[in-house]
């Protein structure tokens, strides 16, 4: 149980004490967390990356099937690297919720990466196996998962 403020006008911010009465600041980041949230940085700023050499082709008349299916995959494109740099950051500063996103586009990574393996391109596969399952396996050390378990406080009623 959390003590209650010194000032009872003065409600208790995000994280202000958990069960030990330790504040969330307080708590030391695991290195490993910081490898997580830069390895999905880089991930998201790869995305960032293609999407700006998808939009220079639609801007510059490379032929396409269907013009508005071209805007609407750059679209997600741009959504998804922001979506992912989102979770580098919130993951970076102790939340819970990442956790579950940082999985999520490992695996997907995952099932991109084998079948770019295979197919004849062995530093592409590489470039995106490596870095997943690091990713992966640091997801489930016991000092990630206690350190990302923030949860986002409740607005103040009034």
């Known amino acids: ?8 006008r003065q409600a208790p911010g995000p994280g202000a004490g958990g069960p030990d009465g330790r504040r969330a600041r ?11 949230a830069a390895i999905v940085a880089v991930e ?11 939009g220079s082709q639609l801007i510059s008349g490379a032929p396409v099937l269907s013009f508005w299916g071209a805007v609407f995959t750059l679209g997600l494109l741009l959504g998804f690297a922001v979506w992912l740099l989102a979770v580098a950051r919130f993951l970076f500063r102790g939340y819970r919720w990442p956790r579950a996103g940082a999985l ?5 990574v995952l099932t991109i990466g084998f079948p770019t393996l295979t197919g004849g391109y062995p530093l592409a596969g590489l470039a995106m196996l490596v870095p997943a399952a690091i990713v992966i396996v640091l997801l ?15 607005p103040p009623a009034l």
Do not use: C, H
């Open 44 to 54: 998201a700023t790869a995305l960032l990356t293609a999407a700006g050499w998808y």
């Open 140 to 154: 489930f050390d016991k000092r990630v998962i206690s350190f990302a378990s923030r949860t986002g406080g409740a």
């Open 26 to 36: 307080d708590v030391q980041r695991p290195a490993a967390v910081a490898v997580i």
């Open 1 to 8: 149980m959390s003590r209650p403020p010194e000032n009872p």
């Open 104 to 108: 999520v586009v490992q695996l997907l």
